[in-house]
């Protein structure tokens, strides 16, 4: 575990407070884990474009494809 002293401005500490509320968490850190965790998914798990997306559904229609298990 990492741990880190950060600023908040006032405005973001309310924010926090309140996710901390709404979603029933114990701590401010967890509020901002709980933050961050749902800012990065949306980061790290991107979707597909959707160009790509029609290309894999020709190509598993005309069955061009293997699987591996």
Partial sequence: ???????LEEYNDRVL???KGKVGLK?????????IGKF????LEPEL???YVEKLQRLEKK???FRYK
């Fill in 40 to 43: 990065g998914e949306d980061l």
């Fill in 17 to 19: 407070k309140i996710v």
């Fill in 27 to 35: 701590n401010k850190s967890e509020a901002v884990n709980f933050v």
């Fill in 63 to 65: 069955g061009k494809f």
């Fill in 49 to 51: 474009r959707p160009e």
């Fill in 1 to 7: 575990m990492v741990q880190a002293i950060i600023d």
